[in-house]
Nanobody
């Protein structure tokens, strides 16, 4: 079973930026569409961005125009560039395969806190 290690979170002021990384310990990473998810306190985990194997990206309406997902199939890593952060972006961010039932076990996530 692959391991997912998310990093890059932190505390920033509204309007700031962060870049998250997710390292996947499995070479089969390149055959899957990958996604970034987030879970805020008291809320369900939600998908925020997806990137296909071919590089096509889709975003939740709440982050469109502010977040950018990318991947490096050589490094088995997926990234999330987050700009113009808002307090409502505060959550624990996770990566996993895209789709209704993610394939890998969830990692520990990385905390993003945006202060107003």
């Amino acid at each position: 079973q692959a391991q997912l290690v998310e990093s890059g979170g932190g505390t920033v002021q509204a309007g700031g930026s962060l870049r998250l990384s997710c390292a996947v310990s499995r070479s089969s990473f390149s055959i899957y569409a990958m996604g970034w998810y987030r879970q805020a306190p008291g809320k369900q985990r939600e998908s925020v961005a997806v990137i296909t194997t071919g590089g096509t990206t889709t975003y939740a309406d709440s982050v469109k125009g502010r977040f950018t997902i990318s991947r490096d199939n050589v490094k088995n890593t997926v990234y999330l560039q987050m700009n113009s952060l808002k307090p409502e972006d505060t959550a624990v961010y996770y990566c996993n395969t895209a789709g209704i039932v993610p394939i890998y076990n969830w990692g520990q996530g990385t905390q993003v806190t945006v202060s107003s």
